[in-house]
């Protein structure tokens, strides 16, 4: 079974570009990380079905999921997760069942809380709760480890090699270049990278973050929206009957403005 | 003239998989990053001449360069450098001008502050100083930024596009997938990555790091030394009159740890 | 001369307690840190008016003084600073000589780097510049440095000791309880404190900041109004000829909720 | 009953102090936080023993207590404490019930996680789990929380207000003036502060700390033994029947370097 694994997608270039890209990239279950998919805060009812109507399958998030009401309300979607090590009291669920051409399969989204949120629960340890649970359901288990330190986001890959069919990374908007099959059968990569305007300041527009480093000043971050784009994702493919993964390939692909405008 | 650019060389298993590397990719100036060369932990005489032994041109470092007493003294080392951006009165130096060939290029080692140490001062300031000074004997400028924050690293260079040759960072040890030439010339990726044991904790022990992440106690970290080994880098070819890049390309190569071994 | 010098003032609350304590503390120069006057973030043109009418002779600031567009605006005020370490480019400015009953002193506002901001530029090298500059002027400088760490305030106090007539911390909310006037003759605190409802997360509603640490969900906070308040300040005699500091008191004033709305 | 609680006690200067405080000021409990005890750094055996002959009954400790081995292998006392909410498998134990003059009292050690360590479960659910357990056995529960953030000591503060005894801070080595009895019966105050030669940075020689923030380089602290020291404590009376506090009392107490030495 193939994996079409996307990002964080940043606001409406993300979105259009992604549009474009499942018309290239086809695979059977596609899951996207949303939580800068609004105006690159949060996300909204109207860019839910935008995105359901692409064909994505499951939405995973992170630390930007709370910017918006409306996005907090949608948590209730069975197909829309926040990190499962939010402490028990916060609204949504971290992980799901999900089923598509007669196979189960099994997503979770978590946190890294280094350089990030130290208010989270430990990652490692709902992990491997959720793993007693889970496995009982399906062999095959896909992680979206929303992290920023790298040394978090690789301890984990490891812990969980042999356990998870897929951990990658999301959060940074970087792709890392380390796309691996670890030596238990775990596919693995630090970060998907972003999907949205490549000449930015990992997605959005680079002045006001100059602005901040040069005076310190807080700023408001906008959306960059008139540059070309890039679609960053990996596809996976997981042996359905032992949760192994087969093959993990990055896809890396240049739109050019125009090519996006003429119809989102 | 083309540049070979090696992210953090991890002990002993990043030089002798720096030696083989450098018998297949050739170019005319390398430049390593040998914060993390000697244990893991800053650099020694010993291991100062062993890089120059395979051709080392330029070593750049970072935080981790006042690790060993020894490597603080090595700063006197004309092709040893240490941030720039530490403020007046520490050791060495963050900036020279090399010739090659007949060509003259500046390397300027610069460190972000986000996540990483709030003591130095403002990169972006200190480039300007620095580019004002060096681009009067020199269109070709080469700028290790050794930072964590994926925001600051590519403000930076947009922000040094069309000044810099080459922005390309190190530090997170894992290498990006995003190498490209900015609008105004300047040849970027995020970072260059490790050279070191892949199947690690970003080149250390997993076991200490997952240690730390289940347990919360601090733990010493020793360089992982028995996995086979990965070579990431990126060659970057620069035009010598304009000092704008012509190309970059990156590299990831990986050796058996035998094929290391036998004569290392 | 006497300076009685008041930290954070959070909103509403604060600000009537400070019209109290004023009637009751009497001094030659009134400062004050506005950062959390209106609302809780930032202050406005009313409010700073409204501690004109009181009394208070200069106002210093921090991280919060961006929070409010109204506020920017203000820094161009004479009598109201903000950290003097924001880096060229950032309106406003970071210190003032001040003259009343005959006698000039200067103000530095300053801002620590540790666990707060590292965008700032060195706040012991901009002391260091703003002293050769201002001693020239008058033996009386006086330096409200805003910052968390404590390691970061007692190390500058230390370093500024027989520079400065008086160094005392804000930021934090909490009065310490270390005000000595060190060996070379500053007067010295860690911070003074806030003033506003005592019973609350630093100023602000508790509930929503326990609500943050039980589900780790970001909240909107909202300035505590409803429960009796404090006055934290520092009352410092100093020398108007040598500058040194001769007496540091420490003032805490407790009053009931209904005494303070009876007028404000 | 009474409680004396003293914060970090810092190297051999902090030693001395406590011994010769403990003369002076009297209780029926004495409690100590020792992660500096031992040369600023963790505690060993012959320290243990040190405080325990002058009639420490129950030691603290916090992030600092990992430094020596010793320390370490002393976790096993029934009377050392290590913060509780450090994730199951980390050696010690974080609470214990202890007798006095026919009295059962329990303390539990916290730490926070803000700007410290985002390592640790969450303190505040780890107290829930704690008082269920620990109040079926006495209703004097007194807990040490070894943290960074105000707000983060004062939101635990009011969520612990009517089950705690005391909830004092220890860990900015600043004594905070904030003793306060709380509107449920828990005395409270943000940090006891340390015990040590006070013209320091935090207990530590200054020119170290400035070198830091001067050069920006890592620098090896050594505690200050040349000054003169201060005594920070809280004295403490709790309602042995109702768990509730009675008086909270903050002592403040100098002594000159040559009243220690002579018999230390
Ligand atoms: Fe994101
Ligand atoms: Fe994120
Ligand atoms: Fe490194
Ligand atoms: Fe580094
Ligand atoms: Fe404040
Ligand atoms: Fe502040
Ligand atoms: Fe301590
Ligand atoms: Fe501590």
């Known amino acids: 079974m193939k994996f079409l694994i996307v990002g964080d997608i940043i606001g409406r270039p993300g979105r259009r570009t992604l549009r474009k890209a499942l018309d290239i990239y ?14 690159g805060f949060g996300i909204t009812h109207k860019v839910y079905d935008e995105l ?25 979607r069975k197909d829309l997760l926040r990190p499962a090590n939010y402490p028990e009291g916060a609204p949504g669920k971290g992980y799901g069942i999900f089923e598509k051409k007669g196979v189960k399969f099994a997503v979770i989204n978590l946190m890294g809380r280094i ?13 491997d709760q959720l793993y007693q649970m889970l496995s009982l359901e399906t062999p095959i288990l896909i992680v979206d480890f ?18 998870a069919s897929i951990v ?6 970087v792709p890392t270049y380390d796309q691996l099959i670890l ?18 300041a990992i997605g959005m527009e680079p002045e006001d973050a100059i602005k901040r480093f040069l005076t310190g000043i807080p700023q408001k971050y906008k959306v960059e929206e008139k540059e070309d784009t890039v679609f960053n994702a990996i596809l996976v493919e997981v042996n359905t009957n032992t949760g192994k993964a087969i093959s993990i390939e990055r ?8 090519e996006l405008t003429q119809e989102g």
């Open 26 to 39: 086809k695979a059977d279950v596609v899951i996207v990380n949303v939580e800068n998919s609004a105006g």
């Open 115 to 127: 350089f990030l949120d130290p208010h989270l629960e430990n990652p490692f340890k709902v992990f």
């Open 146 to 163: 929303h992290a920023e330190a790298t040394s978090e986001k690789w301890a984990f890959g490891i812990y969980a090699d042999g356990r």
């Open 168 to 173: 990658y990374g999301t959060h940074t908007h």
């Open 251 to 258: 896809i890396q692909h240049y739109f050019k403005r125009d």
């Open 52 to 76: 359901k109507s692409m064909g994505v399958d499951v939405m995973t998030s992170g630390n930007h999921i709370w910017d918006k009401k409306e996005g907090i309300a949608l948590l209730e």
């Open 183 to 200: 030596k238990h059968g775990t596919a693995y990569t630090s970060d998907v990278g972003m999907t949205g305007c490549w000449y930015s």
